[in-house]
């Protein structure tokens, strides 16, 4: 049978509220210890329902050395910057295209976000598919280093 009441109501008014002893239930030995102390020892089976994967190796990390970041750049900010570019230096003018080398700007990627509508010439590491397939639409040419 499911016990309606929580037993604490049913113990109100007794001296040891069903823990025996009065001093069974006095002092902090009687949790067994504090955080997880006891894991591997009296709170073993609490270990092993609700925390099954505490002890052990678990995944792999790689090193840092072979983690390789990319610094991506979209087409809409190339776009947004070109005059500017320009006046920098960073960029020329070869007949109708804009001809920008994206390393020099510190990227290593050009993602395809955006619409453009100027032509450019673009030489970089690597190039996402919609990149290449939007600078070519235009007439423009994507140059991968």
């Known amino acids: 049978m499911i016990r309606t009441k929580r037993k604490i109501n049913k113990q109100r008014g007794s001296r040891s509220n069903g823990g025996g002893c009065t001093k069974k239930r006095r002092g902090a030995g ?40 990319v610094n991506p750049v979209n087409l809409v900010y190339l776009e947004e910057k070109a005059d500017e570019l320009i006046k920098s230096g960073k960029a020329s003018v070869d007949g109708d295209a804009i001809v920008i080398d994206v390393t020099d700007l510190g990227f290593d990627k050009v993602l395809g976000k955006g619409n453009i509508t100027k032509v450019f010439k673009i030489s970089a590491p690597k190039f996402s598919a919609s990149a290449v397939e939007k600078i070519e639409e235009l007439g423009g040419e994507a140059i991968e280093l």
């Open 30 to 69: 009687n949790k067994g210890g504090k955080g997880n102390a006891g894991a591997s020892k009296q709170h073993w089976t609490w270990t092993v329902i609700h925390d099954p994967n505490h002890y052990g190796k678990h995944g792999f990390k790689r090193p840092s050395k072979m983690i390789k970041k």
